[in-house]
């Protein structure tokens, strides 16, 4: 069976990023027997200069008609001027919305040969590996009623609605300990209960679910300790599970962890599996064009969607492997540059990769 692989660079540096990936893609496809089929699209930035809409009708049809999506970044200074209704991130987020990919991974391992690039030291974070489960198709990123109005005393006022349903949160409870039952059956799910109801709500429905799952041992943190503990003792977390918002915050915090946010792939999935898969940075419009973003996590995407979505364990854990091997060799893009290794460009660090496929 061919799959079917919608590509959706993006601004900035997702073009320089998503291409280092498709050549991965076809080392797979050139060496290893994996059929598949690309179709590029455009999001973002790149869509609302060419059509008006940061999330075409067209880009969103392929989406939809894709086994698996590979997205760069959106986002840029030019465009942030934008109505919020057309802005780049609404193509992300319309993307998500529609395609329901309420369910995101965003795993944070540290590779031991990146120890001495994370800011934090070795003892710390040598061995990590969380996986942090973020809802992301709801909460207060889509929660109605908001906006910006004008008060009777002329004053303006914006608000935003955090919302959630009981089924809202099941779905992703389930998620995350259905992913803790494969890893060290731990979930900490993070709230802020001791002020908001709506995760008052959030911390009832993890309990009830987490009955389903004898095996898992649930705890509970607010986050604003969680954002501390993940800085103090990361290695106590196991799975994180947490809202749409939280797990934005936490999933940059848990990222720096690693060495780089340029380490960080995620994928993004709806109830049957299929998924979309990007990096967790942004497309660092200040570093673009000028090859020297790191290709890395949206290489590891591409090993996370062939793991998720395509059934292709065996090539995922080869990507994998890759990466630790260029690691192994010294290669380093900027963001992971330490005195002791060899500074690489984007595209670089791309052919190192495909190279230690071959081997
Ligand atoms: C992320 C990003 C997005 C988000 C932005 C670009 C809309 O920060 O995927 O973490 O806030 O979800
Ligand atoms: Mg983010």
Redesign the pocket.
């Known amino acids: 069976m061919t799959n079917k692989i919608a590509v959706l660079p993006g601004d900035g540096i997702g073009p320089e990023i998503v291409n280092e990936a498709i050549k991965v893609l076809e080392c797979l496809r050139d060496d290893f027997g994996f059929a598949m089929d690309i179709d590029h699209g455009l999001v973002g930035g790149a869509a609302y200069d060419a059509s008006g809409s940061p999330l075409p009708e067209a880009t969103l049809s392929l989406a939809k008609a894709a086994d698996a999506i590979l997205l760069g970044a959106?986002?840029g200074y030019q465009w942030e001027h934008l109505d919020i209704a057309v802005r780049p991130?609404k193509g992300?987020?319309g993307l998500r919305a529609e395609l329901e990919l309420f369910s995101n991974l965003r795993p944070a391992i540290l590779y031991k040969q990146l120890a001495s690039a994370s800011t934090l030291k070795e003892g710390v974070v040598a061995g990590l590996d969380i996986m942090i489960v973020r809802e992301l198709t709801g909460g207060i990123?889509f929660g109605q009623p908001r906006g910006i109005r004008t008060l009777e005393n002329g004053e303006r006022q914006g608000f935003n609605t955090l919302i959630y349903r009981e089924s809202e949160i099941e779905r992703i409870a389930h998620s995350a300990f259905k992913i803790a039952m494969k890893r060290d059956k731990r979930v900490c799910s993070v709230d802020k209960a001791n002020v908001l109801e709506c995760t008052e709500l959030w911390r009832e429905v993890m309990e009830r679910v987490a009955k389903s799952y004898p095996e898992v041992t649930l705890s509970h943190m607010y986050v604003d300790n969680a954002a501390m503990q993940l800085v103090r003792a990361p290695k106590q977390f196991d799975v994180m599970v947490t809202t749409?918002m939280f797990g934005?915050i936490l999933?940059?915090c848990a990222a720096m962890l690693t060495g780089s946010i340029g380490m960080l792939p995620?994928a993004s999935l709806d109830a049957s599996g299929k998924g979309m898969y990007?990096p967790?940075h942004?497309s660092a419009p200040d570093i673009a064009g000028k090859n020297v973003a790191n290709p890395l996590a949206t290489i590891l995407s591409v090993a996370m969607m062939l793991r998720y979505s395509l059934n292709e364990a065996a090539l995922a854990d080869r990507v994998e492997t890759a990466v630790g091997s260029v690691l192994d060799q010294g290669l380093r893009t900027a963001d992971i540059y330490t005195d002791d290794s060899q500074k690489v460009s984007t595209s670089e660090m791309g052919a190192a990769v495909v190279a230690a496929l071959k081997v």
């Open positions: 959106v986002g991130e992300l987020l990123y749409n934005d999933s940059d995620s990007e967790i942004g």
